[in-house]
């Protein structure tokens, strides 16, 4: 069948039923329009830092909707994928609307060793970190990364989390945001492994997947900067208290120091920088347009990237509430009494009753409304 997105037109195959694990048809997933609404804006963000990229690898390209898009926007294109219907379909999609490019039907792992290209974007079904080692060598400026095995990265699948990642990843409240910083940390533990520095410049963790956009800069003293900026969050599941520390070697505390609780569970090695760059973020927001499927959900999230505290990790209000036994209150009011406090407080793109501060459980407790001396919790 044929869909139009973002200004061409593509055949595509059709409805199929995707299951984790299955990779043997070549997918179109409709529900990734925003995912590839906000890469064409990332591209055309970066291309204005950064003039002198051009060549884009769509890397794990299926019906090469990613790598068609980034042609019409003016890259030097190359698509990628094993199976020969997929390459099939790139060619056939490439001509559909008179763009050129390279189509490979082969491994990109291979290519990504043998040829390097300014931006390299995996998208692959399930995890990619079967792609990261060869992807970071390749990619010259930029390394785009989906992920969609979000249990495995929240810890809900927690073994299959620990082989793929090498972490240990915790199933918590703000589980969206362990999966988004538990990927950025294995990318980066990898990129450090060539003396390659990752830098997240925008992220965001949206429904069924996490994405993240690198750049990469070669240096060991580069690389060295980036892996101190790993280390581990220490999760109170009773009042859900958290610190964060950073280093590679986890140093729980004894005991919850809110709570008292012995139930302690620690994560890591997660990412604990940023995951944007502010001004960044403003850029791609400024460069969706109006022909763009999701253009007001784009703008939207970014602005809400923008805004965000961006540190880690964020709260949930209801879940907060719940623990402390009283009714949620709306979430302008909430933070506005945490800043009324003298903290900083900010939305999250996680959920809508999501939020970020530099105040502690009992401290968003008491500034909130309710003093954690009155009643046990």
Same mark, same amino acid.
């Given at each position: ?16 039923? =995707? ?50 898009? /980034? ?23 490439? =001509? ?38 060869? =992807? ?29 990642? *090498? ?51 070669? *240096? ?62 403003? /850029?791609?927001? *400024? ?49 506005? =009494? ?20 530099? /105040? ?18």
């Amino acid at each position: 069948m044929r869909v139009r997105e973002g200004g061409v037109e593509l055949s595509v195959p059709g409805e199929r039923t =995707a299951t984790e694990g299955v990779d043997e048809d070549v997918f179109f997933n409709p529900d990734q329009e925003l995912n590839r609404d906000l890469t064409v804006a990332v591209l055309r963000a970066y291309r204005d830092r950064e003039p002198r990229a051009e060549t884009y690898l769509d890397a794990t390209a299926a019906t090469g909707v990613r790598g068609i898009r /980034a042609a019409a926007d003016g890259w030097t294109v190359t698509l990628c994928d094993r199976d020969p219907e997929a390459a099939e379909f790139c060619e056939e999609n490439l =001509a559909r609307n008179d763009l050129s490019g390279d189509v490979v039907a082969g491994d990109a792992n291979v290519l990504m060793h043998r040829e390097t290209f300014d931006v390299v974007d995996l998208d692959p079904f399930g995890t990619p970190v079967p792609f990261a080692d060869a =992807a970071v060598r390749s990619a010259g400026n930029l390394l785009c990364v989906t992920a969609t095995d979000t249990a495995p990265l929240c810890g809900a699948h927690f073994r299959a989390g620990v082989r793929r990642y *090498g972490a240990v990843p915790r199933n918590t409240e703000y589980h969206a945001e362990m999966g988004l910083r538990v990927l950025v940390s294995a990318l980066v533990r990898t990129a450090a492994r060539y003396d390659r520095a990752a830098s997240p410049v925008f992220s965001h963790a949206t429904r069924h997947y996490a994405r993240t956009y690198l750049e990469l800069e070669s *240096g060991a003293g580069t690389a060295d900067d980036a892996v101190d900026e790993l280390g581990y969050v220490h999760h109170c599941p009773e009042c859900l208290y958290r610190e964060h520390a950073r280093g590679l070697v986890a140093d729980p505390p004894d005991g919850c120091p809110n709570c008292g609780s012995d139930q302690r569970l620690s994560a890591g090695p997660i990412w604990l920088g940023p995951l944007h760059e502010t001004g960044f973020v403003r /850029a791609v927001g *400024g460069a969706v347009d109006d022909g763009m499927g999701t253009a007001e959900a784009a703008r939207g999230l970014c602005s809400t990237l923008a805004a965000e505290l961006d540190r880690p990790t964020h709260y949930d209000q209801h879940r907060l509430c719940k623990v402390w036994g009283r009714p949620a209150t709306a979430m302008d009011e909430f933070l506005d =009494a945490l800043r009324a406090a003298g903290y900083e407080a900010s939305r999250t793109h996680y959920g809508g009753t999501t939020f970020e501060t530099d /105040a502690d459980v009992a401290e968003i407790r008491a500034a909130t409304g309710e003093d954690p001396s009155s009643s046990a919790g």
